[in-house]
């Protein structure tokens, strides 16, 4: 017997977001990030006029899943790159997606300056405390006593320092707009998330400023954990030393 | 007739670019060629242009790129230091295919070097420099005019074949002052129409910039996509000339300030009875290895002088393919080979040969 | 009688002393104001550290044709302001050459004999015009005076496109070129 009436389409697929599969591990966050920023884009309708920056590392093949047009940058130098394309078309809504390794070692002066500058761009900033891409090695995100293929005993901050607060770090900076991070461990974080990207979109749209919102993120496969476990991860280890918060917004226009 | 102009070959760049259509300059200063950005950092506000300081010349040829990438015409220019940082910019430029202009104002390397005129950057500038199978086409002005017609062209190059296009004078050419004059003014209406700029994807499925190909059989295609506009510049764009070699026994091969200098010593020498020319290339990428070719069945002798320790010589050896004798005068570290020593040392050859 | 043919010009000349006393800019003068006369003409600085306080120093070259080397070894005129220039620069300039120097700073020996060593106290004549800053103009008229390679018309024409609006600054620079002139006349 078939149904009658009708049926409300009450969720699917954004329209930036391509019908295809990704080469993200099984459990990873990027794709959840990736499905945010399409349905963002889609809110604000700004496909059109949306340019990407993806650079090197797991971010780097986010141009085979977003339907816009889009730059694959050297590592590091996305803000730089990104910089170029909007002083050229103020017009054009151009973002970022950068990892750790890309945003905060190899990259951070051009991360900085961006902000300083108060360039008009979004950084979707995945902090997932390991490079993933070249197979677990440490970032400069990693925690301290965390193991990764070259801190084989765990971080040491003898040896290797400390892992940088990248969003406190650009809270500091006046060019700076909108700083929030997030995380996409939950449901209710993606939900969160997901208004921290829409903000950071909405900064640059009304052209106040440098924005960015730096996602906590798992990666199972570097971790060695299962899916589950890497999410409970995030919660239980990086958020401790990466709070979750908005630290700077611009005020409410009336 | 046009208005003379007396300027500094840096000055004559800036203008040069602003006057060929160039609006957006990143770039990063040192010595010797702040007169560009300065000019630049004037000039293009006041034609509706950008000018840019990067927080490094590694951030500057990054914002070339994603400024050629969004369509723009687009410059830079450092001295050997700064240009040595933008390689891997550079390199990543070609293999997304951008257009764009770098001008190297070189001085005396390696590391910090100096700060006097050299020619060292030679062997960066037209083999590569980055990483990849590439070529970058290089421009040698002599003069300061020919470094405004050059810098003109240059953009047209780049455009023509999406493919970085470099500048390459010496110190003085930055910084020796001379007459100018500004022929021509181009309309962008003439611009070649960018299609594959990032402007958005709207009406038009989107574009991609990128040199990425992860599957080795794409990025054969692609390199040898990119070799065929360099075959295409081989056969349409060497630049060369030449000067009192029909009758020459000795051909001074050389470019940039170098290539005056010698012209001088060939004024003296020609005034003593002494049968000399000269050969000057003026793209040292792609080489006249042609004009070369020719003359390795009259002349018997080349002396090649540089400002460096033997860069240039090694093409001018493919050139003559093994005919012929060349010799080498060099000077290095920002010490400018004068006219008696070329004169001196093209009498030696004739007496002694080869060096 | 034999007949004159006059030969194409062709001079080159260094200028050097102290950064600050203004040889740059009597250099770039000259070498414009020869242009405007329709001359080929080149400018070529010492560039860098040099140019601050150092010695500063530029070479310029006018002719009547196309210009080869804007590179001169040994120039064939020197106009020089402090001592170290003339150390550096003496043993370079051309047999028979023209050595101007400010005698107001200069305290060292000419030691060559086989050229002209002329001496001029600058910035004592630029005290006495009332503009102290003028004593590069006072060596820049003396030159013109002796080898007369573009009439004081062509360079007053190039100082008021330089100082158009300074008209006080401009008459001091007049005449300090001037005294240059009738004092190496």
Known sequence: MRMQGKFEKIFERPRTLRSTATHYCPGCGHGIVARLLAEVIDEFKIREKTVGVAPVGCSVLLYNYLDIDMYEAAHGRAPAVATGCKRVNPESIVFTYQGDGDFVSIGIAESIHAAARGEKITTIFINNAIYGMTGGQMAPTTLIGQKTTTSPRGRTSEEAGFPIRMSELLATIDGAAYIARVSVSNPKNVIQAKKAIKKAFETQINGLGYSMVEVLSHCPTDWHMTPLESTKWVEGHMMPYYPLNEFKAPKRRN | MMKKSFMTGNEAIAEAAVQADCRHFFGYPITPQNEIPEYMSRRLPEVGGVYLQAESEIAAINMLFGAAGAGARVMTSSSSPGISLMQEGISYMVGAQLPCVIVNIMRGGPGLGGIQPSQSDYFQATKGGGHGDYHLLVLAPHTVQEAVTLTMEAFDLADKYRNPVMVLGDGYIGQMMEPVEFGRKTRQSTHPLKSWALTGAKGRPPNLVKSLYLNPKELEEHNLEINKKIQDMIKNEVRVETLLIDDAEIIIAAYGTVARIAKTAIKVLRERGLKIGMVRPITLFPFPYETFAKISKRAQKVLVVEMSLGQMVEDVMLGLSGQGCVRFYGRTGGMVPSYDEIINETEKFITEGKA | ?185
């Open chain 3, 1 to 185: 009688m034999e007949k004159e043919i006059s030969k194409p010009l062709y001079t080159n000349l260094i200028l050097a002393g102290f950064g600050g006393q203004g040889l740059m800019f009597i250099g770039k003068l000259l070498a414009y104001s020869a242009m405007k006369t329709g001359k080929y003409v080149t400018w070529i600085p010492s560039y860098g550290p040099e140019m601050r306080g150092g010695t500063a120093n530029c070479t310029v070259v006018i002719s009547d044709e196309e210009i080869g080397s804007p590179v001169i070894t040994s120039p064939q005129a020197l106009i020089i302001m402090n001592n170290p220039s003339l150390k550096i620069f003496e043993p370079r300039l051309q047999p028979h050459g023209i050595l101007l120097f400010n005698s107001s700073l200069i305290t060292h020996q000419i030691s060559r004999k086989d050229i002209s060593a002329i001496s001029i106290p600058a910035n004592d004549i630029a005290t006495k015009v009332g503009e102290k800053r003028t004593a590069n103009m006072v060596m820049l008229g003396a030159y013109i005076a002796r080898t007369m390679v573009i009439p004081k018309t062509a360079i007053f024409r190039g100082l008021e496109e330089f100082f158009g609006k300074k008209k006080q600054f401009l008459k001091a620079n007049k005449q300090a070129f001037e005294r240059g002139m009738e004092y190496t006349s």
